[in-house]
C-alpha cells in the first residue's frame, strides 16, 4: 500500500500527522482509511474535497486516546483526484487520494 505522506502540505500543524499519518489504499476503488496517533487528544475533523472544492464527505473525530482510524466510504465517488484536510481549531494538513 502506498503512503501520501508524499504529497502532503503542512501548514503549522502537529508533528503527530507528520510522523504517524498513513492513508490506504491509494489508489483506492471501495475504501481510505487514514490512521493516526494523536498525542494531543483533541477533537479534530476529516474532510475529502474534490479539485472543484466541493466538500465530498466530512468526518468529526473526538479523540478520546491516541490512536485514530477513520474510513470513508468512497465506492460512490467518480473516478479522479481528491483532497483529505485532517483540521483541529489550530493546525491542518492536507494530502491527495486517487479514487479510480
Known sequence: SQSAEADAVVTGLIDDLKTSLKVYPNPTVSYLKLELHNTQQQPFNVEL????????????????????????????????????????????????????
Open 49 to 100: 474535497i474534490d479539485l472543484a472544492g466541493h466538500i465530498v464527505d466530512v468526518k468529526m473525530v473526538n479523540s478520546l486516546g491516541s490512536y485514530e482510524e477513520v474510513v470513508f466510504d468512497v465506492s460512490a465517488l467518480k473516478s479522479g483526484i481528491y483532497i483529505y484536510r485532517i483540521f483541529d481549531s489550530s493546525s491542518q494538513f492536507t494530502g491527495r487520494f486517487i479514487k479510480n
